[in-house]
């Protein structure tokens, strides 16, 4: 199974090891998040209830790479075990034969401070535009959300954004559940970026090679 046809993991393991349900409201950076984006800083928001562990989660960051490059780094099964944090399986069960959807199968492991989580989900593709998410069966209470690609006029630059709702397993320690989206979920936007724009310079530098 080539790159192109693992439509995978980055979508499903950003669950962060929570469950989802996708929030209603738009998100819309303010001012000053946008300052912070602009200076390659990581956005999170958090509205959270009051076990902190359940709620709706956001988070931004501006990758010096066109949707495309973004795109293909996040659904390739390969590159997300790499450097999603805890992620242990990606197996793709089925999928749409124009790939507009597909089913995969995950599993995190988080060692000897929680059980595997494991769980399968659907996601709904529109190509270096929009991926849906939802569980459809597994460990987590809920679970569905969605990344968005914001190209910037020139198509060089993507706005990467995030929304969720997350509900974690009930076998999953509430500090352990903060600590995916305060610390993971940055951590791991961060590595995206860095292997997003390490690939569109490798592919800038062969594109320049005299032939």
């Known amino acids: 199974m080539g790159p192109a046809r693992q439509w995978s993991v980055l979508v499903f393991s950003l669950g ?3 469950g989802m349900r996708a929030p209603a409201a738009e998100f819309t950076l303010t001012p000053a998040e946008n300052q912070r984006v602009s200076a390659r800083q990581v ?8 076990t902190q562990r359940r709620g709706t989660v956001r988070a931004a960051v501006r990758i010096e790479a066109p949707p495309d490059v973004v795109f293909r780094m996040m659904i390739n099964c390969a590159d997300a075990l790499e450097y999603v944090p805890h992620l242990r399986q990606c197996r793709v069960r089925d999928r749409a034969a124009d790939d507009s959807w597909m089913l995969v199968e995950n599993a995190i492991d988080f060692g000897w401070y929680s059980p595997r989580v494991k769980w399968i989900s659907r996601a709904d593709l529109i190509p270096n535009r929009r991926i849906a998410f939802r569980q459809v069966s597994g460990d987590f209470k809920a679970y569905e959300g969605v990344w968005e690609f914001e190209p910037t006029d020139d198509g060089t630059t993507t706005l990467l954004l995030y929304q969720a709702f997350i509900d974690p397993p009930g076998f999953v320690p509430n500090w352990l559940a903060r600590s995916t989206f305060r610390r993971d979920m940055p951590g791991m936007l961060t590595e995206l970026r860095r292997r997003s724009e390490a690939e569109q310079s490798s592919h800038a530098a062969t594109n320049a090679s005299p032939h």
């Open 43 to 50: 956005v999170m928001r958090a509205n959270l209830d009051s």
């Open 16 to 18: 962060l090891a929570c």
